[in-house]
């Protein structure tokens, strides 16, 4: 079992920033990917990033240079630093690991947290 907390979202003005943070407990060793994905309404669920056990990083379409994601390894944590927020980033943000044990896949998500970009 994985479970994953998440904190951060909230409200912000066009072209301001937030820093969403993802915290990973229980079965740490078995997750070989953990990122973020986002959800608007009425629109399917997107990847936005995501990072391997081994650091590589994926960005989705969504981001366009204006996200980053980290990791602390120390803290089991995964974070995503977002700049130049807009409206149509507006959606549920979702936590999501990954983990592989002998071919045992789970996807494993966060409850999920809200950004909401308006003026």
């Known amino acids: 079992q994985v479970h994953l907390v998440e904190s951060g979202g909230g409200w912000v003005q066009p072209g301001g920033s937030l820093r969403l943070s993802c915290a990973a407990s229980?079965?740490?060793?078995?997750?070989?990917?953990m990122g973020w994905y986002r959800q608007a309404p009425g629109k399917q669920r997107e990847l936005v990033a995501t990072?391997?056990?081994?650091?590589?990083?994926r960005y989705g379409d969504s981001g366009n240079g204006r996200f980053t994601l980290s990791r602390d390894d120390a803290k089991n944590t995964v974070y995503l630093q977002m700049n130049n927020l807009s409206p149509e980033d507006t959606a549920v943000y979702y936590c999501?690991?990954?983990?592989?044990?002998?071919?045992?896949?789970?996807?494993?998500w966060g409850q999920g947290t809200q950004v909401t970009v308006s003026s």
């Open positions: 999501n690991a990954w983990s592989n044990v002998h071919d045992d896949e789970h996807d494993w």
């Open positions: 229980g079965s740490i060793h078995t997750i070989r990917v």
């Open positions: 990072i391997t056990e081994g650091g590589s990083i």
